[in-house]
């Protein structure tokens, strides 16, 4: 036996690091694959290996940032304040399809 999922009411995404987010079954069901996600734990050691410190000065409050995530549209970070975690996500201004499209968009966050 089987089971399908005919009608869907609702959807409650629970992540990582406290990331719960309930979604839109219709965006659910028109979602497409993010390709940036086929290589991530690489993805996610060069944006720590490369920015983490850039974008810890840019939190002045932060004692340390470590990338958690990342898709085609952001990054989640762990931010440690003291004793004190929290999630915090910057967006990208284009969606990213590639490591590069990745750099490029947290290379122009740093910028700004």
Same mark, same amino acid.
């Given at each position: ?10 959807? #409650? ?10 979604? +839109?079954p219709e965006d ?27 974008? @810890?000065e840019m939190l ?11 898709? +085609? @549209?952001?990054?989640? #970070? @762990? ?8 999630? @915090?996500? #910057?967006?990208?201004?284009k969606n990213c ?13 740093? +910028?700004?």
């Amino acid at each position: 036996s089987y089971f399908v999922m005919s009608r869907i009411v609702d959807i #409650l995404f629970v992540g990582g690091y406290g990331t719960v987010k309930w979604i +839109k079954p219709e965006d659910y069901v028109s979602a497409e694959p993010d390709f940036i996600l086929q290589d991530l734990s690489n993805t996610i050691k060069t944006c720590n290996d490369k920015y983490s410190e850039a974008i @810890r000065e840019m939190l002045p409050e932060a004692d340390d940032v470590v990338f958690i995530s990342v898709d +085609k @549209r952001g990054v989640e #970070l @762990r931010v440690r304040e003291g004793t004190e975690d929290s999630v @915090r996500r #910057l967006t990208f201004k284009k969606n990213c399809f590639t490591i590069q499209d990745v750099c490029t968009q947290i290379n122009d966050l740093i +910028k700004e």
